[in-house]
């Protein structure tokens, strides 16, 4: 099973405010999850780093880095996009 991210806008959603720890800042960027053989694809929000420029309009694959191990060693996931390579068509024997 093949999952490809595709970002169609530059624009992102801003949200802040103050709690017991201070101000607080989410930026997120909408994008469009397709998984394999799913006929449509699944509206996500991408999370920001706090100065990270949104991703350009196009086609991503997750970075090996968007996987972590969390505090009860569980398996995590903070999506982190890298440009999708499309693959070369294998050549035709003559």
């Not at 449509?40 to 350009?56: C, G, H, R, S, V």
């Not at 191990?69 to 003559?94: E, H, I, T």
Request: charged content about 25%; overall charge positive.
């Amino acid at each position: 099973m093949g999952i490809k991210i595709e970002v169609v806008s530059r624009d992102v959603d801003v949200r802040s405010g103050t709690n017991s720890r201070g101000d607080w800042t989410i930026r997120e960027q909408h994008a469009y999850l397709h998984k394999g053989s799913e006929p449509y694809p699944a509206l996500i929000k991408i999370t920001l780093e706090k100065d990270q420029p949104a991703y350009e309009p196009g086609n991503y694959q997750l970075a090996d880095n968007s996987f972590f191990v969390g505090k009860y060693n569980d398996l995590m996931c903070r999506p982190r996009l890298v440009p999708l390579v499309a693959q070369a068509a294998p050549a035709k024997a003559s």
